[in-house]
């Protein structure tokens, strides 16, 4: 199964969890991600993710001077984005169950039985 489609649609959601556990810049949620197991996550998607959830309010920024090159900024949760990130929890945990359900359960197919006099 290509992942490419449902990771673009739980990105939002894994960048809020991971920015839940630790505050982090551009690069290191990218890391972070890849090593949680969402090795197939660009780096671009990661960005414009971070900055459309800055945009919503639902990260804060500061920056970090380094030790060996530019300043970092850093992404943080806040209030909003905590709330956010309540609610897609709750969505996904409901999504995922009945998804889950969908694909353990046994396909039953039913057929039309010729005995109610439907000749067609």
């Known amino acids: 199964?290509?992942?490419?489609?449902?990771?673009?649609?739980?990105?939002?959601?894994?960048?809020?969890?991971?920015i839940a556990k630790d505050d982090g810049y551009g690069y290191d949620v990218v890391r972070r991600l890849r090593a949680a197991g969402l090795d197939a996550v660009g780096d671009a998607s990661v960005y414009g993710t971070l900055r459309r959830l800055y945009t919503a309010g639902a990260l804060s920024t500061y920056v970090v001077p380094s030790d060996g090159g530019p300043n970092r900024k850093y992404y943080?949760?806040?209030?909003e984005g905590r709330a956010m990130l309540a609610e897609q929890r709750?969505?996904?945990t409901r999504f995922a169950s009945t998804l889950t359900l969908l694909l353990d359960e046994p396909a039953q197919t039913t057929h039309l039985s010729s005995t109610n006099g439907d000749q067609s």
């Open 1 to 18: 199964m290509d992942t490419t489609q449902l990771l673009k649609g739980v990105l939002d959601v894994a960048v809020l969890a991971v």
């Open 76 to 79: 943080a949760m806040n209030a």
């Open 90 to 92: 709750t969505n996904w």
